[in-house]
Every structure is written in C-alpha cells, then in structure tokens.
C-alpha cells in the first residue's frame, strides 16, 4: 500500500523540494493521519516477543477455539474479529457477475479447506450481501448472520484434518468498508463503468466469503462476469479467452501461487490493456482506464523494467507474472495486489512503481501473521523507493535517511513501527522509520551482507507467513552480529535514535 504514508520527501518541515511533487495525489489522508499522532505507544518490550505474540496465530486456523465451533476471529491481537479459526483455506473458487448500472454483485464461492479441529459450526467473513444457499460437500448447511460473520452449521460433524468445501451463493449491493482512522474507503467500491477494489486489511468480504487475514492464505480461481465492452481484472493469468454470450463477457483468471484475501481484486470497467514480456521475459499485463490512456505504455514499461530490476536485488519474482492497474477511481492510494498493484486515480511515478512491485516480494509472496507486523511490508517496500531512486540516479538511500534523521520533531519519533496500531495502522512511521531501520542495518552489517540478507529472507519465506522476531534472527545469524539492541532502538522505542555511524 502507499497512500498518505507517501510523504513529500524530504519532510517539508525541512527542506521543501519539488522532488515527489506527484506524492501530493496520495499525501491526503496522510497529513490528517500523521497530525493525529500526539500520544505514542509505550514500547511493548522490544525485540523480545510481547505477550501478544504468544496468542498470535501461528499457523492459519489456529484462533482461540470454543469446543468444537470454529473461533470468530483468527487470533490478532489487533484486530480480534478479522478471519475466522478451526480452518484453513486451501483454495476459492470465486463465480462473480457484476452489473455497474445496478451495482448488482452475484457470486458463487466454493471455498476448499483443511479442519484443524473438531468442528460442528465455523464462520466466514462477509458484510452485507444477502446469503441465499450454503453447502458443505454438496450436502445442505444451516447458517446465520452476525453482523460481518457468516456462521456456518454443516450437516455433520467435520473432523480434524478433514478436507471439506463449503459453496456459498450469494447476491446484493457491495457496501465499502468505512474507516475514518485508516484509509478512509476501501474493499468493493463501485463505479460508475465498473468497480474499483482493493482491500487491505480486512475488506475482501465486501465482495466475497472469506477467511479474511492475511495469515490464511490460499490459491483463488476467479470467472467475472461484466456486460460486453467491459474488462474484468484478477489476479494471475487469464486461462482463456474472454466469452462472449448475450450481451456479457466472462473473464477468467487463475492465481496459483497463495495470496492473502486483502491482495485478491476483481476490478472492472473500460480499460486500454496491453500485453507482453519484460526483457527477462516475464508476462505483463497492464491496464488503463480510458482517462489514461497516455500512460499505458509508461506503466507497461517501467513495469517490466522494475519488475526485472528487483528480481536481482530481491531474488526470484515470486509470482508468474506482473502487471499494473490505473483506474478513474481517485482514492488517493495505490495497493499492491498481487501480481497487479492499481492506482488509484493517478499515473504513478517510477518510485511509486517501484514500492507496489516491491510488495510483490515484501507482502505478497512473504506475509505478515498480524498486522503489527505491517513494517515487514512498508518499511522494506518504502526502503525500496529509495533504493529504486539511488539505482536511477535521483538521490541516495543514505540521503533519504539523513534528511529524515535531521527532523527531529518528526511525530514518527514517538512511534515505535515495530508495532503498528490499529487505530493508525498506515502511520508513516511504519513506512519511513520502517525504511529507516534497513538502512541502519545496512550501515551496520555492510552491504556484502545486507543484500544476501534480504535474498536469503525472500527464498527462506516464500509464501509464508513471517514475523519480525524471525527477520531479526536471521539478521544475525547472516551477519554474526547480535543485533537486539540496533532493532529494539529503531522499531520499539518511542524516541529517535542515536545517530548511525
Ligand atoms: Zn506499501
């Protein structure tokens, strides 16, 4: 995501330059963000894990159970009713059909899962949307609503380590997900040719039933359905060529690799797509919504260019393809939706390019367990920006570092990053004290194993999910260093730190 948390750079407060003048599109909620900062967070014990890391979920499922019915809520501390427990989702098969003119959502979603306990009811996420039939390996399912929980009752007792596939049909208008502390609107936001949906961090049951925590990931297939002339927009690859029947077109969409709920889009509406491979020879998929149509061929471009470039900084794209989105939509962020990060009403800079490609490493292919964690996502895909900026000539990560550092009354100061609110989950101590503590790092264990580092962390979690104790540990282990003090003063304590050496 890079939303307000895309300040001017440098700070305003101290050396105004029109560098990022393109950030003021996506500076909005930020300033009203960061300007709410008056309190900090007391330090929650630093590098140690805190009390709450031991209720984390370690593993997808593994919420809090009541007997034998499935826990309401996955087990974030921070967000206590997000995805569901007793279960963990291998795959969804997403049939959606979507009129604009009515903003009528139709959808069919067979979710594949594995018991990991004893279960004789479990829920899944879902707000608003008029359920009308529930199965559970075809046979007929009792469910209820309790506001955004989907509470499902199957036919029979599912045991631990069974495989089962609940379908659930389902139709209404999506409503977005408001929260004023966070991003503002987000998940299923319609349009007026289409819809525009990104949902970090809990709006993916705006549109359909999920385990929604990205510490459940899973393999999606996606058939859209839109009127003809429209373009319907997933993750992945597209399996087929669009069909065409009566005045409608079906789009379908496969991605194999694990995504957390948040990172899946079924954006639609009049798009200019163009297609092709990077130089190394990765597929790209771009699309623009008509309004810019001047800026497919820069996106497309730069797309593959950083896409390629990464892969030598990060180690192997983790995914089969890349891609990018520009819709009409001003929401005044961009979010990296796996495979395809989308702009939110605005032609993204190259370091705005750069950070969502970056996700696709720091996010999408390693994801965070709980949200606290989100500096695994922001801050190496904020330090991206700067490494992407050293790497075209612009400035120097260590620039961007000290013009930070120098302002010490930044409120980011009083933020620890290493746990990131709920309230103000996006903050942009998270992203840039995030970035801040890379490059500390950096400084201390060189270069020679900063970057080896970062590659073994990619190929070490792979489609996992990842903590911040975890990162610190191979930190050290790759450097030979003992580090606690260097992270427990960067990400847990609400005050700057000592100057780097
Ligand atoms: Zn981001």
Same mark, same amino acid.
């Given at each position: *995501?890079?939303?307000?948390?895309? !300040?001017?750079?440098?700070?305003?407060?101290?050396?105004?330059?029109?560098?990022?003048?393109?950030?003021?599109?996506?500076? /909005?909620?930020?300033?009203?963000?960061?300007?709410?900062?008056?309190?900090?967070?007391?330090?929650?014990?630093?590098? %140690?894990?805190?009390?709450?890391?031991?209720?984390?979920?370690?593993?997808?499922?593994?919420?809090?159970?009541?007997?034998? *019915?499935?826990?309401?809520?996955?087990?974030?501390?921070?967000?206590?009713?997000?995805?569901?427990?007793?279960?963990?989702?291998?795959?969804? =098969?997403?049939?959606?059909?979507?009129? !604009?003119?009515?903003?009528?959502?139709?959808?069919?979603?067979?979710?594949?899962?594995?018991?990991?306990?004893?279960?004789?009811?479990? =829920?899944?996420?879902?707000?608003?949307?008029?359920?009308?039939?529930?199965?559970?390996?075809?046979?007929?399912?009792?469910?209820?609503?309790?506001?955004?929980?989907?509470?499902?009752?199957?036919?029979?007792?599912?045991?631990?380590?069974?495989?089962?596939?609940?379908?659930?049909?389902?139709?209404?208008?999506?409503?977005?997900?408001?929260?004023?502390?966070?991003?503002?609107?987000?998940?299923?936001?319609?349009?007026?040719?289409?819809?525009?949906?990104?949902?970090? !961090?809990?709006?993916?049951?705006?549109?359909?039933?999920?385990?929604?925590?990205?510490?459940? +990931?899973?393999?999606?297939?996606?058939?859209?359905? #839109?009127?003809?002339?429209?373009?319907?927009?997933?993750?992945?690859?597209?399996?087929?060529?669009?069909?065409?029947?009566?005045? +409608?077109?079906?789009?379908?969409?496969?991605?194999?690799?694990? *995504?957390?709920?948040?990172?899946?889009?079924?954006?639609?509406?009049?798009?200019?797509?163009?297609?092709?491979?990077?130089?190394?020879?990765?597929?790209?998929?771009?699309?623009?919504?008509?309004?810019?149509?001047?800026?497919?061929?820069?996106?497309?471009?730069?797309?593959?260019?950083?896409?390629?470039?990464?892969?030598?900084?990060?180690?192997?794209?983790?995914?089969?393809?890349?891609?990018?989105?520009?819709?009409?939509?001003?929401?005044?962020?961009?979010?990296?939706?796996?495979?395809?990060?989308?702009?939110?009403?605005?032609? !993204?800079?190259?370091?705005?390019?750069?950070?969502?490609?970056?996700?696709?490493?720091?996010?999408?292919?390693?994801?965070?367990?709980?949200?606290?964690?989100?500096?695994?996502?922001?801050?190496?895909?904020?330090?991206?920006?700067? /490494?992407?900026?050293?790497?075209?000539?612009?400035?120097?990560? =260590?620039?961007?570092?000290?013009?930070?550092?120098?302002?010490?009354?930044?409120? *980011?100061?009083?933020?620890?990053?290493?746990?990131?609110? %709920?309230?103000?989950?996006?903050?942009?101590? #998270?992203?840039?004290?995030?970035?801040?503590?890379?490059?500390?790092?950096?400084?201390?264990?060189?270069?020679? +194993?900063?970057?080896?580092?970062?590659?073994?962390?990619?190929?070490?979690?792979?489609?996992?999910?990842?903590?911040?104790?975890?990162?610190?540990?191979?930190?050290? @282990?790759?450097?030979?260093?003992?580090?606690?003090?260097?992270?427990?003063?960067?990400?847990?304590?609400?005050? @700057?730190?000592?100057?780097?050496?």
């Amino acid at each position: *995501m890079s939303t307000h948390p895309l !300040p001017p750079f440098p700070a305003p407060t101290t050396t105004p330059t029109g560098v990022r003048a393109g950030r003021s599109l996506s500076a /909005l909620i930020c300033v009203v963000a960061v300007g709410a900062v008056t309190a900090c967070a007391p330090s929650e014990g630093a590098v %140690a894990p805190s009390p709450a890391a031991a209720v984390a979920p370690a593993s997808p499922g593994a919420g809090a159970s009541r007997g034998t *019915m499935g826990a309401p809520g996955i087990g974030d501390p921070d967000f206590p009713s997000d995805g569901n427990g007793g279960y963990d989702v291998q795959h969804y =098969d997403l049939r959606l059909s979507y009129d !604009p003119a009515s903003r009528k959502l139709a959808g069919s979603a067979t979710i594949e899962a594995k018991a990991v306990q004893d279960l004789t009811s479990f =829920d899944l996420d879902l707000h608003g949307l008029a359920v009308s039939r529930v199965t559970v390996d075809g046979g007929a399912a009792g469910f209820t609503r309790n506001k955004d929980e989907l509470v499902i009752e199957p036919g029979r007792r599912i045991s631990n380590g069974d495989r089962f596939a609940v379908a659930v049909d389902y139709s209404g208008v999506p409503e977005p997900m408001r929260d004023s502390a966070n991003l503002g609107k987000y998940g299923f936001i319609s349009t007026p040719d289409g819809a525009f949906v990104t949902c970090e !961090p809990n709006g993916a049951k705006t549109w359909f039933p999920s385990n929604d925590h990205p510490s459940d +990931k899973a393999t999606y297939d996606f058939q859209i359905t #839109v009127p003809e002339g429209l373009t319907a927009i997933a993750n992945g690859e597209m399996t087929g060529t669009p069909q065409t029947k009566a005045g +409608k077109t079906t789009f379908v969409w496969r991605e194999k690799h694990p *995504m957390a709920s948040y990172l899946a889009t079924m954006t639609t509406g009049k798009f200019q797509v163009r297609t092709g491979t990077s130089d190394k020879g990765l597929p790209i998929y771009a699309a623009v919504a008509d309004s810019f149509h001047g800026s497919l061929d820069q996106l497309f471009t730069e797309t593959g260019k950083i896409t390629d470039y990464w892969s030598t900084v990060f180690g192997p794209y983790p995914f089969s393809s890349t891609g990018g989105v520009i819709d009409d939509y001003a929401a005044g962020y961009a979010l990296e939706n796996q495979t395809k990060p989308i702009y939110g009403g605005f032609s !993204p800079e190259p370091t705005i390019i750069a950070h969502e490609l970056a996700h696709q490493w720091f996010g999408d292919s390693l994801s965070i367990g709980r949200w606290r964690d989100l500096w695994l996502n922001e801050g190496f895909a904020t330090y991206a920006e700067w /490494l992407w900026a050293e790497h075209a000539g612009q400035y120097t990560a =260590d620039s961007a570092f000290r013009r930070y550092y120098a302002n010490a009354a930044d409120p *980011m100061w009083n933020y620890p990053p290493g746990t990131a609110r %709920a309230s103000d989950l996006f903050g942009s101590a #998270v992203y840039n004290r995030g970035a801040m503590t890379l490059h500390a790092l950096r400084r201390e264990i060189g270069d020679d +194993k900063f970057f080896p580092l970062i590659r073994e962390w990619t190929n070490a979690h792979r489609y996992g999910t990842v903590t911040t104790q975890e990162f610190i540990a191979l930190a050290e @282990r790759v450097s030979g260093k003992n580090l606690k003090e260097l992270f427990d003063a960067w990400l847990f304590q609400p005050r @700057r730190p000592a100057p780097i050496t």
